[in-house]
């Protein structure tokens, strides 16, 4: 029955999937059907309900990569920017040189007013990729918001409102390619191995 889960919703009939998802889970409630439904419940804009699926997902799994991997997309979509933040990370912690997973940890880290943070995810980036010209940019614009916020220190001895209200305007992450698919967990019942790399690169 995962199987055919599965097949429905890499054919994006994902009111079906979630049927069938939801009678394998009443008899086996395993992490790769959990995390399936996951997926189906954030393509479908249900994103408060998907994190409580991939949160089961996760705790059944424990830390499985792939769970953590469709996680980081559904905290996105909830504007979670701290739990990305952390999703991010714990898959940094196992791929270290991965260009795209430091991308979006610069975004994220952005999202919440760490520019510090921020800019170190982006020079992480230049330095893994020099020729990837989104790092160089988002480099640059957090070069500035850092430049900007040392400015507004030093003149008032803390941030401004406006400035935190500017910095709101500026959660929505842009992309510069469109955002890729949730990854599916294997149909086979054995763990898919590591996520590919996100492919979200952010330009700020």
Known sequence: ?????????????????E?????????????????????VLDKTQR??????????????????PEVIYNMEFCALNLHQYQLACECFRSLIDKRPND?????NLG??????????????????????????????ANRATVLREVELHEQVVQIQGRPS??????????????LSRPAPQHRL????????GPPRAHQRHPQL
């Open 19 to 39: 049927a069938v998802l939801q009678k394998i889970l009443a008899k086996n409630p395993t992490w790769m059907a959990w995390d399936m439904l996951g997926i």
């Open 107 to 136: 975004a994220a880290e952005k999202a919440l007013g760490n520019f510090a943070e921020a800019l170190k995810a982006f020079e992480r980036v230049c330095d893994l990729k020099p020729d990837f010209g989104p790092g160089w």
């Open 47 to 64: 994103h408060g309900k998907a994190m409580e699926a991939f949160q089961q997902a996760n705790k059944l799994s424990k830390n499985q």
């Open 161 to 174: 409102r406006r400035m935190h209200a500017q910095n709101r305007r500026l959660l929505p992450v842009v």
């Open 99 to 103: 260009f795209a997973l430091w991308t």
């Open 1 to 17: 029955m995962l199987k055919r889960a599965f097949n429905l919703a890499k054919k994006e009939r994902y009111k079906e999937a």
């Open 185 to 192: 967990p294997e149909s086979s019942g054995r763990g898919g």
